[in-house]
């Protein structure tokens, strides 16, 4: 059974440094591409970044553009999500993705991506 399994939230200062972790086990993703999405309290669930498990092509939304970094690490199944000059609104729970798709247009929409984990709550204070 496919898993996704995220670590590395916490609760920071405006400023700080974080680096999520997302360990995917149970199948095969290296045709997916994993992404990372957040969900701030009354908000709906939104795009972070992306990248093709294969390929290392990395995908952002703007606002994190320049402050967070994608990664991968193939021998440990894992992606990253390094977390540079955080700010109060980047607090939200952040959930790690895959999705089956190689249109790259899909990357930003959940509703594409068909493996999740639970969540890690990542709060930054000001």
């Known amino acids: 059974q496919a898993q996704l399994v995220e670590s590395g939230g916490g609760l920071v200062q405006a400023g700080d440094s974080l680096r999520l972790s997302c360990a995917a086990s149970?199948?095969?993703?290296?045709?997916?591409?994993m992404g990372w999405f957040r969900q701030a309290p009354g908000k709906e669930r939104e795009f972070v970044a992306a990248?093709?498990?294969?390929?290392?092509?990395?995908y952002y939304v703007d606002s994190v553009k320049g402050r967070f970094t994608i990664s991968r690490d193939n021998a440990k199944n894992t992606v990253y999500l390094q977390m540079n000059s955080l700010k109060p609104e980047d607090t939200a729970v952040y959930y790690c993705?895959?999705?089956?798709?190689?249109?790259?247009?899909?990357?930003?929409?959940?509703?594409?991506?068909?493996?999740w984990g639970q969540g890690t709550q990542v709060t930054v204070s000001s």
């Open positions: 990248i093709r498990w294969n390929s290392g092509r990395t």
């Open positions: 993705a895959a999705n089956p798709y190689s249109d790259s247009g899909s990357y930003y929409s959940r509703i594409k991506y068909d493996y």
């Open positions: 149970g199948r095969t993703f290296s045709n997916y591409a």
